[in-house]
């Protein structure tokens, strides 16, 4: 036979149902936002990449594949690929190794004032991109103070940084790198704070060099870390917008393109909605597997 219910049991199996209800009303202004703004986009997106929608009448035919094959007929989406790629490649590992070794030296029992350190370091970081990319855009002017620096050691250089194909982009790299150390910075010194001190103590005794602690204590014990920061930042890199929009549109010649930034062109420019959703998801896959490999890579080291 079975047993019945005690008065108790009822009552505390009521009061959980009162109140994951509860929770639930709660939470349901955010699920209904995040479903509306945030799911609903993803579905309508995905399913207009394979359409000719405009964005401006509700018509739309169905094409197949037809805009994911033409993006590889594209010249100024293939640019604009090799943009994003040179970009990802030559900001990420100069991002990481300044960011780890400031975090190092914030670190350190050297240094004094660590909180002004850190708030400096970090301050770009709480800025408006627009703003940082205004001011940078003035240096990197013809009469800006970048070539008014160089004119005093006798280095002549009468255009704009940003206005050469063979200096823009290295220039939007260069000014991003400074903008992103500080928030990496803080993650990793975060990181090394959780290392316990007993370990560089005990290799102290055994007579390590802070070279040795450094390879052997605070890399291996900080890859956690150094996983998250590199696939956030690779994800950041890849879509890399705001800085391309203000500093450049883009140009001269379409040598600072980016796949986000040429997205933007086709789909609320040209109004080719179908066609920059197309471009979105291939965005997305090479994301989803450059993350992949990074965690394949780090992920089976710790």
Do not use: C
Not at 65 to 71: D, H, P, Q, T
Not at 103 to 128: H, T
Not at 153 to 175: R, Y
């Amino acid at each position: 036979m079975k047993q019945k219910k005690k008065k108790g049991d009822v009552f505390i199996l009521k009061l959980k149902n009162k109140y994951n209800l509860t929770t639930f009303v709660f939470l349901l202004p955010w699920i209904i936002t995040f479903i509306i703004f945030s799911v609903y986009p993803i579905i309508f997106s995905f399913g207009i990449s394979f359409t000719d929608y405009t964005g401006l009448s509700p018509e739309m035919n169905f094409v197949g594949l037809k805009n994911y094959f033409s993006l590889f007929k594209d010249e100024i989406f293939l640019k604009a690929m090799r943009n994003t790629f040179i970009f990802v490649i030559g900001t990420i590992p100069f991002t990481t190794v300044i960011s780890i070794l400031l975090a190092v030296l914030i670190n350190s029992k050297m240094v004094r004032f660590k909180g002004l350190f850190k708030a400096g370091f970090f301050l770009p970081s709480v800025m408006s991109m627009v703003v940082i990319s205004t001011i940078w855009r003035y240096i990197y002017s013809a009469d800006g103070i970048l070539n008014y620096l160089l004119q005093t050691i006798g280095i002549e250089k009468n255009t704009g940084w940003l206005a050469s194909p063979d200096t823009a982009l290295l220039s939007i790299m260069i000014m991003n790198v400074w903008a992103a150390i500080g928030y990496y910075t803080i993650i990793f010194l975060a990181g090394l704070q959780s290392i316990p001190e007993e370990l560089y103590e005990s290799a102290s005794i055994d007579g390590a060099s802070n070279t040795d602690k450094f390879f052997k204590i605070t890399l291996p014990l900080i890859k956690p870390t150094l996983f998250f920061v590199i696939a956030i930042n690779t994800i950041r890199s890849f879509q890399i917008f705001t800085e391309i929009f203000t500093m450049t549109g883009g140009g001269p010649l379409n040598s600072t393109q980016t796949i986000v930034h040429y997205l933007y062109l086709t789909g609320f420019r040209q109004f080719r909605m179908g066609y920059a959703s197309a471009m979105a998801y291939i965005l997305v896959i090479i994301i989803l597997i450059i993350t992949l490999i990074q965690q394949r890579v780090l992920r089976s080291e710790y």
